[in-house]
């Protein structure tokens, strides 16, 4: 009697989980995400401005070792906003109907968003601009916020995908296992 209590059991959760509504997919498609996107494009466009301006005023200013932890941390910042970018424009692009999910995985492997801290250690990192800074620690954020939907996405869709189909090896082979474990 308990093993058919159990089997319908998992068969009410097998089935609860059939009608789960998955957040992330939506969130992805979202006025949040477009509001992600224009937060992000805003600060790279912000971002290039400053270095190609302001920035390059400030850094010719900087003493010699303070001026290449600021080279330094100025390509690290244009390294992870220009993966951000990227990431945030594919997206779009599923969420537009202009690629599928697939092309998009397809395309992913070419974005990193590994985690990356600042350049510099942080007494150095202290002596550099306060623009810079602050572009470094926005990026930072936005960089934390946009790997954590990936990941999200990335969990959506491999719960969402059909198992893979088992071969015959690995079921004569679980087979054998269960055999000798007895």
């Known amino acids: ?14 089935e609860s989980e059939a009608n789960t509504v998955l957040f992330y997919p939506k969130l992805a498609a979202s006025a949040a995400f477009k509001s992600l ?3 992000g494009m805003s600060l790279v466009e912000d971002t290039a401005a400053y270095l190609d301006g302001p920035g390059r005023e400030e850094s010719r ?21 220009m993966q951000v970018a990227s990431w945030l424009l594919l997206q779009r692009a599923v969420n537009e109907g ?12 070419r974005v990193r968003l590994a985690e990356q801290n600042v350049a510099c250690p942080a007494e150095m990192f202290e002596q550099l601009p306060e623009t810079l ?3 470094s620690a926005k990026s930072l954020r936005l960089q934390a916020r ?30 054998l296992q269960a055999a000798f474990a007895r």
């Open 146 to 175: 946009v790997a954590h939907l990936d990941r999200a996405l990335a969990e959506a869709e491999a719960d969402a995908a059909p198992p893979a189909p088992r071969g015959a090896v690995a079921e004569q082979f679980e087979r």
């Open 133 to 135: 800074r602050a572009f």
């Open 61 to 81: 200013n900087l003493p010699r070792a303070t001026a290449l932890a600021y080279a330094t941390e100025s390509m690290r910042l244009t390294t992870r906003l």
């Open 98 to 109: 202009e690629l599928t999910p697939a092309q998009a995985q397809s395309e992913k492997h």
């Open 1 to 14: 009697m308990a093993r058919s209590e159990g089997s319908a059991q998992n068969s009410a959760l097998d």
């Open 37 to 39: 996107f224009r937060e």
